[in-house]
C-alpha cells in the first residue's frame, strides 16, 4: 500500500507553494503545478491527501520567513525516505547554514566526514525536496556566482538577497 502524503499550497508572491507532509515532518516543499521536479519523482508510490490542517504550522512559518520575521524554521523534517544516506547527509550539513550566510559546494564537502566529491555533493544539494526549509539556495559556487537552483537562479539571487536585506534592516 502507498504511503500518504499530507498536502496543502500557500501563495506568497509571486509563487504557489506546494508543501507536503508525513506524520512525522515536511517532505517536500515545491511549486504547484511544477512538472519539472513534482512531488512523486522523490517520492514515488505515495498517494496526497490535502489536509490544510496538518500544514497550518509550516505555512505560518514560510509566511514569517518571507516577511522577515523567522530567520530558522522549528518544525520537523521528514526526508527519511528521501535519497541516499550521503545525500541526506548532506542535507543536514545545509540545514547547518545559518540565515543570511553563504558557503559553497566545497565548504559544505569538507565539513562531512571522509573524502567527498564537490560533484557528489553539488548534486545531493540539487536534488533537495524541501526548499527554503533546508537553504540550500545559501550554498553557492566557488567563484562566488549563483549557480543552480530547482526554481531557478533568479529566485536563488532574489532568496539571498531577501535575507540580506532583513538582517541589514534589524542590525
Known amino acids: 500500500?502507498?504511503?500518504?502524503?499530507?498536502?496543502?499550497?500557500?501563495?506568497?508572491?509571486?509563487?504557489?507553494?506546494?508543501?507536503?507532509?508525513?506524520?512525522?515532518?515536511?517532505?517536500y516543499v515545491g511549486l504547484k503545478g511544477d512538472e519539472t521536479a513534482p512531488i512523486f519523482s522523490y517520492y514515488p508510490n505515495k498517494m496526497l491527501v490535502h489536509d490544510p490542517e496538518r500544514?497550518?504550522?509550516?505555512?505560518?512559518?514560510?509566511?514569517?520567513?518571507f516577511s522577515g520575521k523567522r530567520r530558522k524554521f522549528d518544525?520537523?523534517?521528514?526526508?527519511?525516505?528521501?535519497?541516499?544516506?550521503f545525500q541526506r547527509q548532506v542535507l543536514e550539513a545545509?540545514?547547518?547554514?545559518?540565515?543570511?550566510?553563504?558557503?559553497?559546494y566545497g565548504d559544505i564537502a569538507s565539513s562531512l566526514s571522509g573524502a567527498r566529491s564537490v560533484r557528489a555533493v553539488a548534486h545531493a544539494?540539487?536534488?533537495?525536496?524541501?526548499?527554503l526549509f533546508i537553504p540550500c539556495h545559501r550554498v553557492v559556487l566557488s567563484t562566488g556566482r549563483i549557480g543552480g537552483?530547482?526554481?531557478?537562479?533568479?529566485?536563488?539571487?532574489?532568496l539571498l538577497n531577501l535575507e540580506k536585506?532583513?538582517?541589514h534592516e534589524h542590525s
Open 1 to 27: 500500500m502507498a504511503g500518504v502524503f499530507y498536502y496543502d499550497y500557500v501563495t506568497i508572491e509571486p509563487w504557489t507553494y506546494l508543501l507536503a507532509v508525513t506524520n512525522k515532518g515536511l517532505a
Open 55 to 65: 500544514l497550518k504550522d509550516y505555512v505560518t512559518e514560510l509566511k514569517e520567513y
Open 75 to 85: 518544525l520537523p523534517i521528514d526526508i527519511s525516505e528521501f535519497g541516499t544516506p
Open 94 to 104: 545545509v540545514n547547518n547554514v545559518p540565515y543570511g550566510m553563504v558557503v559553497n
Open 125 to 131: 544539494i540539487a536534488l533537495n525536496p524541501v526548499l
Open 149 to 158: 537552483y530547482r526554481m531557478g537562479s533568479k529566485e536563488k539571487a532574489r
Open 165 to 167: 536585506s532583513f538582517i
